[in-house]
């Protein structure tokens, strides 16, 4: 199509021969490190993010469902919890049915501090995606959660962090670093 930005001639903008790697490795290295200056605030920066937001967005797990469903190191987890709870964002309660198991329940403020979270993430994105009129954000965020949540059924196993850390886990993780 003629004045159409997308490839036609095997050239998309700017005459870069299109690459979707090298799109979408730039696009995840732009937010990863916008979010991480965003979430300086929380314990572990993105990571202690999706581990609050599961939290305060699920039925309260224990330590470890949640280190297997976020595909987390118990370890790390163990950790990552220590550091929510220090900051007052999480409290470890006693499980009704088990009482070797603890449930991590978020405090007020934990769940203020997802809002405010939330809040800011959502800021990056629009700054990542700014370059796109808002009808192509939203297209663009719900393919890019489809495409995602197909790798994620076709391989319930993969760690999506590893995926932003270039394959290694991060390097405060183990030692409770933020």
């Known amino acids: 199509m003629k004045g159409d930005s997308t490839v036609s001639h095997g050239r998309g903008l700017d005459g870069l021969v299109p690459n979707l790697g090298w799109s979408l490795g730039t696009i995840l290295r732009r937010w990863h490190e916008l979010v991480e200056d965003e979430l300086t605030v929380l314990p572990h920066g993105s990571r202690g993010y999706h581990v609050l937001s599961h939290i305060v967005h699920q039925t309260p797990p224990t330590q470890s469902l949640l280190a297997r469903q976020l595909l987390i190191d118990r370890t790390v987890m163990t950790y990552l919890i220590d550091d ?20 991590i329940v978020p405090t007020e403020a934990g769940r203020a501090a997802l809002q405010d979270a939330e809040r800011r993430v959502r800021s990056v994105e629009e700054r990542v995606l700014g370059g796109l009129p808002p009808v192509e954000r939203c297209r663009f965020h719900e393919a890019a959660m489809r495409v995602a949540q197909a790798i994620q059924s076709a391989e319930p196993g993969t760690d999506p962090w590893l995926t932003v850390t270039d394959g290694r886990p991060m390097q405060d993780d183990v030692h409770g670093g933020r």
Request: net charge positive.
């Open 84 to 103: 929510l709870v220090t900051d007052g964002l999480v409290v470890r309660e006693s499980h009704l049915r088990d009482r070797r198991a603890r449930r």
